[in-house]
């Protein structure tokens, strides 16, 4: 047996290798193709924003994956509640947030996005029913029977008092049928809170830590009359926070999402340990007096500063659950455009929880 016979079976071998070997380049050079690279986002300017901003956690985190701008576009005073899902649609954001209330009835909109964020549980202080302080007639929930409610229907500012009202006996109207208490849907927060300090209304929800009433808060002009019950649907449920995308934008560029995820936990992790000096960088960026912003972020009703539900399962499950609730309480939105089980599970993209493939728990 000649030299060049015996070394057949080794040339064989290290050509079927060199083959294998090029195919897995070619395998590995595809799924980085596939994978994009965002230039640049469009994001809410919000006091945890401005903070990953100032402090370089954007740039930090974003520039690991290419996206080596972040715009922070901020909202408009008179903005309506809900218009970050219509700036979601036509691309002016690229992630929006919302409670997971209002995110879930957008979806039985039509929205074709998912949710890449939950926070934990609620609690009672985040959505409290409010009257004006010169209003002398209105002091409880008891009080508000035959009265005037008005608010953002498609948040958390008709979910909480739903369930407040309702466990006093008084319901909200609905479109279907005649409440205990007149309903009117008013989407400016603005608008309802004048309402109530006019005596338009009697009324309203909001969340004290919103840019909009905090002034009127801490001014002494508004006073707590009722809170959701402390384990009821709204605290274990529908008051969580959510931060959705649309489908199509988190499938092109996950790991921006990722990036996303990563900044607001270390924003958060850095402004609750420095409270003070990052009171005045949102003061000075949301253009608020500085005790307005330390009250955003050390109120118990806050909500940009939360930590996250890692388990998709959960968030799913506080979905479906309050989704029977409020249907069986007359919601007409879900009830008409109900989401099945498969569709929920669907909306909670669990790439990005616990055990996902771009997922910042441990």
């Not at 959960?314 to 007409?332: L, P």
């Amino acid at each position: 047996m000649t030299i060049a016979t015996k070394n057949q079976p080794t040339r064989s071998r290290l050509r079927a290798l060199s083959a294998a070997a090029l195919a897995l380049g070619l395998l590995a050079q595809s799924g980085t193709a596939s994978a994009e690279v965002l230039p640049a986002i469009n994001l809410q300017l919000t006091p945890w924003t401005v903070i990953a901003r100032e402090k370089g956690i954007f740039k930090e985190e974003f520039s690991k994956v290419g996206t080596h701008e972040v715009n922070l576009i901020a909202s408009g005073g008179a903005e309506l509640v809900g218009a970050e899902t219509g700036a979601l649609s036509k691309g002016a954001i690229s992630i929006a947030q919302r409670m997971i209330y209002p995110a879930t009835v957008h979806r039985a909109n039509g929205l074709d996005g998912v949710i890449i964020w939950a926070s934990e549980t609620s609690n009672r202080y985040r959505a409290p029913i409010l009257a004006a302080v010169s209003n002398k007639s209105v002091n409880t929930l008891a009080d508000l029977d035959g009265k005037k409610f008005g608010s953002s229907r498609i948040s958390c500012y008709w979910s909480a008092p739903t369930e407040a009202l309702n466990s006093v006996g008084l319901p909200l109207d609905t479109r279907q049928t005649k409440g205990r208490v007149r309903y009117e849907s008013i989407d400016n927060p603005t608008v309802a809170i004048a309402g109530v300090l006019s005596g338009a209304l009697d009324a309203t929800t909001t969340h004290l830590a919103a840019g909009n009433a905090t002034g009127a808060w801490l001014s002494g002009k508004l006073k707590v009359i009722g809170h959701v019950p402390d384990d009821g649907v709204y605290v274990n449920h529908a008051g969580r926070v959510t931060y959705f995308a649309k489908r199509e934008f988190v499938n092109k560029y996950p790991e921006a999402v990722k990036a996303f995820l990563a900044s607001r936990e270390r924003a958060m992790a850095w402004t609750l340990d420095n409270v003070d000096e990052a009171a005045k960088i949102v003061a000075r960026e949301t253009r608020v007096p500085v005790e307005v912003a330390k009250f955003q972020i050390t109120h118990l009703g806050q909500w940009e500063f939360m930590a996250g539900e890692p388990n998709a399962q959960r968030a799913r499950n506080s979905i479906k659950t309050f989704i029977d609730w409020y249907v069986k309480q007359g919601d007409d939105i879900l009830s008409e455009r109900r989401l099945t089980d498969a569709q929920v599970d669907a909306f909670v993209d669990s790439r990005f929880f616990a055990g996902g493939t771009h997922s910042i728990y441990r």
